[in-house]
């Protein structure tokens, strides 16, 4: 299957720090792509849509500002989590679509593991 | 609303078949059943999906009710690494710019 990539696999950083997550889509072009995040013993919650070349669209309770999205290419879309805080501390993973006619399938990186001191 | 209903745990001896159920009784005629799984701190991983007939590739066998308001992933031998959890999720055609739901899934614990 298609291959997606995230970068850092995990980060600790201070309190009131920026953290910045990249997803690749290494072997196929995504012009959208997805960003979940999961805390423990939890399932997997969407928090927004990223659309290459345009704004992304974020889900209801997730701060636009706060959570910053670039999709700047086809294969890149990148997550800054603004002034981190320990409540932000979470499992991020990021997706994208790979086309097939009308069966597409959503693949998924690895994961990122942020933990805000 | 959850679209899809899954028992929230099961057991499966290694080397035994394990047979995941999956209940999506308000499924419409133009969508699609996904099965992908999440092993510990990883991102999910895609096993298989079908409309309405059976499907099969190296990893699992998804069977697909003929009424389509139930399926069944298959691991034919569960070895110690299917150890996951499970999901279910169904989605319509041509829906790129749509992410997937995940609900809660099942956790499978496979056990030697």
């Known amino acids: 299957g298609a291959v997606v990539s995230q970068h850092p696999s995990r980060v600790i950083c201070k309190s009131g720090t920026s953290v910045k997550i990249e997803c690749r889509s290494l072997d196929f072009q995504a012009t959208t792509m997805f960003w979940y995040r999961q805390f423990p013993k939890q399932s997997l919650m969407l928090m927004a849509t990223s659309n290459e070349g345009s704004k992304a669209t974020y889900e209801q309770g997730v701060e636009k500002d706060k959570f910053l999205i670039n999709h700047a290419s086809l294969t890149l879309s990148t997550l800054t989590v603004t002034s981190a805080h320990p409540e932000d501390s979470s499992f991020y993973i990021c997706?994208?679509?790979?086309?097939?006619?009308?069966?597409?399938?959503?693949?998924f990186g690895p994961g990122t593991r942020l933990l805000v001191l | 609303d959850a679209k899809t209903t899954q028992p929230p745990s099961m057991d499966c001896a290694e080397g035994r078949a394990a047979n995941l159920p999956c209940n999506h009784s308000t499924i419409s005629g133009n969508e699609y059943v996904y099965w992908y799984r999440q092993i510990h701190s990883q991102g999910p991983q895609y096993i298989i999906h079908g409309l309405k007939n059976n499907e099969t590739n190296e990893m699992a066998s998804l069977i697909i009710t003929e009424d389509r308001k139930s399926s069944t992933l298959i691991l034919p031998h569960a070895t110690l690494r299917d150890t996951a959890v499970y999901y279910c999720?169904?989605?319509?055609?041509?829906?790129?710019?749509?992410?997937?739901?995940f609900g809660k899934g099942t956790t499978l614990s496979v056990s030697s």
């Open positions: 999720i169904v989605r319509a055609a041509n829906q790129a710019g749509t992410a997937l739901i």
């Open positions: 997706s994208a679509f790979q086309s097939g006619g009308a069966e597409e399938t959503q693949y």
